[in-house]
């Protein structure tokens, strides 16, 4: 017997010494602030809480060793710590998605002891043995500060009462925020609903082999196990995917593994742990085959089909304008090289889960995939049923950036729920994610740039080959978007363009941050610099004479508008010129899918009793603020506060929205938004200017709005005007080395359009260039024979508080004519020049061009 003491309360345990506190706390008890992002690893903090008096690990600490110890969680803080730190994290945009931000207040908590304060360096140690994927530390740091100050000063003035102003251009606290940072607001793996079993899946061994047999006996046979299921138990479409149906959720007996990510089996069982035990039971005889693992090879006419019946090139994507030949042959400087770029893992703090259960005559998941209506049709056919007995709710999740786009764990989930007709959970560990789902793509980029005497670009040649894996995901999407931003920021009059999506027998590639674009944009960046290495033109001057500009076309000949590139390479230019060693690089990325793909967004705003409102939209909510935008929008559009709006996703309201990616939520729901509120506030304007009485007579009223963009092309369309993308977002990020050549800081300025939220414009500034340092300096997922050579997370190279370079961040508000209030998204942009603009940095330090991400810094080195 063990007692301790959680939260102030006296607690007896009976179970395994080995168990962990961890999982005590949240299975046991269920105490769900304390996360789990490692599994165990001790790297990522999220489950950090104090242990008499000291922040300890839950998940490396056994229960035989906490006989007589007490454990605070941020549970059982006091109420008015709580209240303090929850609204500071709010107010100072430190919770984006918030999964880590428990670990970070239990952390520091030991600050908030000492009678002197810490300095900022100081607290930036304190928070650095835990890792936070999204905000880059800036704001976590800037709440931490703040917090301490009123906690020796006390609270600043009061806000007085009344309706809160907070329309466009105001830094409204994000939606939920404070609840989230005291892990308070649930995430998926925090649901424990009656009668709750729990799934495991059973990969396969080997990135390709023919299925001879599956032995389930051993499973079958173990205590706790409800059910095992195969491919055969799939009442409908076994194969999904987002544009291409070539991912099976099981493969079958007879059938080949295509990678290790590869599911064979399920288990449900009573308990997590009975069912990976069991899941581990499952015997599989293969035979194994000869795989291809390098885009290179797959792509050659004699290499073995990863898929049997279709070519291991998935897609030829090509762009071709004026006479590059000629322009070559004519030009008096040419710079050229081939780049490479690697896997990189998404690492959002949040592993994959689902809860299913049955409702009514369907299924009801618990998703946090980043599009609820993709995953309810994919679930469908998955189970052969009409859309209409598919719910799907969506709990915000924590961090996505593209990782969470494909079905996962939902479609499994939703099956063994749906044949047991009993409430199913499955989650994954850290190693299952990493082997699970899509990596950032790989790519090779041959590239050619030219220039005259005078320093204008007059042609471009590049042969892009991406690997996308085993299966398509969005792999064609993202290797149109290298094809359409291969020209960068820049106005090239004479282009030859053509980008491979080529499949392979590792783990699949498909969205992350920035969609292609980073990686061509080093490779373009670096080559003029090389330029001006060759020719002695000055790095910001030839970046400015040949920058797009209102009116401008890109090699795709898409003509824009509401262009502010200039504006942002002038407002880092002096930045640039006084630093010794500085690396400059300039970006443009789209908002929305664009590609000839419709992007549209459905929005329902429903007036309740007691002057309640609420926001139902199809769109995920993963750190970024899309629920924030959309509250922001209706306020400004109509008076209505803050505080008496609640934001809803849920199919149930039958409004099908796309997939949550490429900064494409605040345009198309700020365009529904809008569409909406104009009938809301002509009925609000009629009814009389007290707006909670107005609330109260307008109960029981719907509103919906519609935003549907249906006008683009995919790049290389013989069209006389073609529109690839509705809108883009424009950049220049200045890095900035000390004569150490160590990374000290990053200028980045951003043409957003209007910005909607300003600390959610630095915030998600700030955690862009934190993964973009991270994938220029440190991250790689290195793959081996279908194989990633770690399952660690340690091993990943994430950046942390340590590792960060201070950042200033610079806005610059150039409207676009068709986003709502001139807005144009900046989830993406902030990550696409980070890396070109720190390999210029030391390109500059040390005079060695180097072609490989992650760059070798020693100095001499390529």
């Known amino acids: 017997?063990?007692?301790?003491?959680?939260?102030?309360?006296?607690?007896?345990?009976?179970?395994?010494?080995e168990t962990s506190l961890l999982f005590y706390l949240r299975e046991i008890l269920n105490i769900t602030s304390a996360k789990d992002g490692c599994s165990g690893e001790g790297v990522c903090g999220a489950c950090t809480l104090e242990v008499d008096g000291r922040p300890k690990l839950a998940c490396r600490?056994?229960?035989?060793?906490?006989?007589?110890?007490?454990v605070i969680t941020t549970e059982g803080l006091p109420e008015s710590f709580r209240e303090m730190i929850?609204?500071?994290f709010a107010e100072n945009g430190a919770v984006q998605c918030g999964f880590c931000t428990p670990g970070f207040i239990m952390r520091t908590r030991k600050l908030f002891k000492k009678k002197t304060s810490p300095s900022r360096g100081e607290i930036i140690r304190a928070v650095n043995p835990n890792l936070c994927r999204c905000t880059g530390y800036v704001k976590i740091v800037d709440a931490i500060e703040a917090a301490l100050k009123e906690n020796r000063d006390g609270k600043g003035d009061k806000k007085p009462p009344g309706t809160v102003w907070a329309g466009i251009g105001t830094p409204l606290p994000k939606y939920d925020s404070a609840l989230t940072a005291l892990g308070s607001r649930p995430f998926v793996n925090d649901l424990f609903p009656k009668d709750l079993a729990h799934g495991a899946l059973r990969f396969s061994d080997h990135p390709k082999a023919r299925i001879k047999a599956i032995d389930i006996s051993g499973a079958v046979e173990m205590e706790g196990v409800i059910r095992v299921f195969t491919a055969e138990d799939i009442p409908g479409e076994r194969y999904n995917?987002?544009?291409?149906?070539?991912?099976?959720?099981?493969?079958?007996?007879?059938e080949t593994t295509r990678y290790i990510g590869d599911v064979l089996a399920g288990v449900v069982a009573t308990d997590r742990e009975t069912a990976k035990r069991a899941a581990g039971m499952i015997r599989v005889d293969y035979e194994v085959l000869k795989g291809v693992f390098t885009a290179e090879d797959a792509a050659a006419e004699d290499s073995p089909r990863v898929h049997p019946e279709k070519s291991n090139i998935l897609e030829i994507c090509s762009l071709h304008s004026g006479n590059p030949d000629k322009?070559?042959?004519?030009a008096s400087w040419v710079a050229s090289a081939v780049y490479h770029t690697p896997h990189i893992e998404h690492a959002f703090m949040e592993c994959e889960a689902a809860v299913a259960m049955p409702e009514g005559r369907g299924v009801r998941i618990y998703s946090q995939g980043q599009g609820i209506y993709e995953d309810r049709a994919q679930i469908a056919r998955i189970l052969n049923v009409s859309e209409n007995r598919v719910r799907v709710s969506l709990l915000p999740s924590g961090g996505g950036f593209g990782g969470k786009e494909d079905l996962s764990?939902?479609?499994?989930?939703?099956?063994?729920a749906w044949l047991l007709k009993r409430p199913v959970k499955l989650s994954l560990d850290r190693q299952e994610s990493i082997r699970m789902h899509p990596k950032r793509h790989p790519v090779r980029m041959e590239i050619k740039l030219a220039c005259n005497k005078e320093g204008k670009f007059t042609a471009l040649k590049l042969e892009a080959t991406g690997d996308t894996g085993a299966y398509a995901s969005v792999g064609t999407k993202v290797m149109e978007r290298i094809v359409g931003h291969a020209t960068g920021a820049y106005v090239i009059p004479a282009a030859d363009i053509k980008a491979k999506t080529v499949y392979t027998n590792n783990i699949p590639s498909g969205a992350m941050r920035g969609f292609g674009v980073p990686q061509i944009i080093f490779a373009l960046e670096s080559c003029i610099d090389d330029l001006c290495s060759k020719a002695g033109f000055d790095r910001w001057q030839i970046r400015y004479d040949n920058a797009l500009e209102e009116g401008s076309r890109t090699a795709a000949g898409q003509r824009l508008e509401g262009v502010g590139l200039k504006k942002t390479l002038l407002a880092v230019k002096e930045d640039f010129h006084q630093a010794r060693y500085a690396g400059i690089a300039c970006a443009i990325k789209n908002s929305g899918v664009g590609n000839s793909m419709v992007d549209q967004s459905s929005v329902i705003i429903k007036i309740l009793p007691k002057a309640r409102v609420e926001i139902h939209h199809g769109w995920t909510e993963m750190g970024q603020g899309i629920d924030t935008v959309a509250i922001q929008c209706l306020n400004q559009e109509t008076g209505i506060d803050p505080g008496r709006i609640d934001v809803i996703v849920d199919t149930r309201a039958g409004i099908p929205t796309g997939m949550t990616t490429s900064s494409r939520g605040t345009a198309l729901l700020?365009?529904?938004i809008l569409d909406a509120a104009s009938r809301l506030r002509s009925d609000l304007k009629a009814a009389g200017n007290d707006i909670e009485k107005t609330l109260k007579s307008l109960a029981g009223r719907v509103y919906r709005g519609k935003y549907v963009c249906d006008w683009t092309c995919r790049p290389g369309e013989n069209r006389d005007d073609p529109k690839i993308h509705f809108a883009y977002g424009y950049a220049t990020q200045v890095a900035i080395l000390d004569k150490e050549g160590k990374l000290k800081k990053v200028v980045a300025a951003h043409d957003a359009g209007r910005v909607i939220n300003p600390v959610l414009f630095q915030g998600q500034i700030e955690g862009s260039v934190h993964m973009g340092v991270g994938y220029a300096l440190k991250e790689k997922l290195p793959v081996k024979n279908g194989w990633p050579e770690s399952f660690r997370m340690k091993d990943l190279g994430i950046l942390r508080a340590v590792d960060m370079p201070r950042v200033k961040v610079?806005?610059?508000?150039?409207?676009d004519p068709h986003g709502p209030y001139g807005a144009k998204g900046v989830g993406e942009i902030g990550i696409v020049p980070t890396a070109a603009a720190v390999a210029n940095a030391y390109f500059a330090f040390d005079g060695v061009k180097r072609t490989r991400l992650p760059l070798d810094t020693r100095t001499g080195s390529k």
Not at 241 to 254: C, E, H, R, S, T
Not at 327 to 330: G, R, T
Request: aromatic residues 8%.
């Open 327 to 330: 322009e070559f042959s004519n």
């Open 241 to 254: 995917g987002l544009i291409f149906n070539d991912w099976p959720l099981m493969v079958a007996k007879g």
């Open 670 to 672: 700020g365009n529904a």
């Open 810 to 815: 610079i806005a610059v508000e150039e409207k």
């Open 409 to 416: 764990v939902q479609g499994h989930t939703a099956l063994f």
């Open 61 to 70: 600490l056994k229960m035989k060793n906490l006989n007589g110890s007490g």
């Open 86 to 88: 929850g609204r500071l």
């Open 1 to 17: 017997m063990i007692e301790l003491r959680v939260n102030g309360r006296k607690r007896s345990y009976k179970g395994s010494g």
